[in-house]
């Protein structure tokens, strides 16, 4: 993949009216008590704990504002009865914890970042440190401009990686079984490549046509709602989605046990989707090999060499 060092600037760093773009980052995973990792957090970064419940808590005024923690099930909703209560405890084990930032730039992202290896020499666990674990990274980039051209491009360089995207991931076998991160149908992704939309609100008809759950490696949801909040309700009327101005990138997975790791690395696969998405040759040989390729025999194998020889011959591949 293309050589990104750090949280390296995206490709476009402004948001239409020339504010920085902000990302908020959720962070799954286990090892930890709810009271542990609020300690630990609270040491490196300051902060006040203020619980919502026993399973939920806001450490407020931390260097980088609000960062919430909380247990990440439902059930959570459920938590004043006493044996759900008791059975969330015993839960904690599997049902991952999951630490919430703010939407932050790129500096807090970088103090945010420092927390990782703090939970990491706490004991915190990731997605390989056991069956059935599967925790994931999620980022939360602000779009350019939730209703313009440049969303376009990236959920069609999305659509157009996500093979790519999962193979140099080298994704968890347990959150390829689970249905939270399932891939973009092949026949969405031929139909976005081909349609002429240039806006958001174009792309509705396809959109309700092909997706029916939020559980993808790119959940668009809040960003189709921020965008028409009436037209989603009459496209999606049983989801409770709440409408953000951001893509939900949801595909990376969680490895703060491993000392290598850190949240650069699910960054470094954002990069790669709006860098590809700002270099209108590239998203179109692309596009254009990906028609070529759906017209003859198919394997994923086929498409991942397609895109990384794409990649290489525009300065995008390992190399680079």
């Known amino acids: 993949m293309h050589a990104v060092h750090g949280f390296a600037p995206l490709p476009r760093p402004n948001t239409q009216s020339g504010e920085p773009r902000r990302t908020g980052v959720e962070v799954e995973f286990s090892g930890l008590t709810m009271e542990d ?56 084990a599997v049902v991952p914890l999951e630490i919430i930032s703010e939407p932050l730039e790129l500096s807090g992202l970088e103090t945010f970042n420092t927390v990782i290896g ?42 157009l990686l996500e093979p790519y995207l999962r193979h140099i991931e080298d994704l968890d076998l347990t959150r390829r079984a689970l249905p939270f991160v399932q891939p973009w149908p092949d026949a969405f992704v031929s139909d976005l490549v081909a349609s002429p939309a240039t806006s958001l609100s174009d792309l509705f008809p396809l959109m309700a046509g092909h997706l029916t759950t939020r559980n993808h490696g790119l959940d668009v949801f809040p960003l189709l709602k921020h965008v028409d909040e009436a037209r989603f309700a009459a496209s999606f009327p049983d989801d409770k989605t709440s409408a953000r101005p951001t893509f939900h990138f949801r595909l990376p997975d969680c490895r703060i046990d491993e000392p290598d790791w850190d949240l650069t690395q ?17 998203l ?8 070529e390729r759906r017209a003859r025999f198919w394997r994923s194998d086929d498409w991942i060499t397609d895109v990384a020889a794409l990649l290489e011959k525009h300065n995008l591949g390992e190399a680079a």
């Open 284 to 291: 179109n040989d692309l596009s254009t090999a990906w028609s």
């Open 37 to 92: 990792t609020c300690r630990t957090i609270t040491d490196h970064l300051g902060g006040d704990v203020v619980a919502q419940d026993a399973f939920l808590v806001s450490i407020k005024d931390t260097e980088i504002g609000t960062i919430t923690v909380e247990l990440d099930t439902p059930a959570r909703h459920a938590s004043d009865n006493r044996l759900v209560k008791k059975g969330l405890e015993i839960a904690q």
């Open 266 to 282: 699910p960054w470094a696969l954002w990069h790669l989707v709006e860098t590809v998405a700002d270099t209108p040759d590239l």
């Open 118 to 159: 703090v939970l990491r020499r706490a004991g915190a666990a990731g997605s390989r440190s056991g069956a059935l674990l599967g925790f994931g990274v999620h980022l939360n980039p602000e779009a350019v401009d939730p209703n313009g051209a440049f969303t376009v491009a990236t959920l069609r360089a999305y659509a």
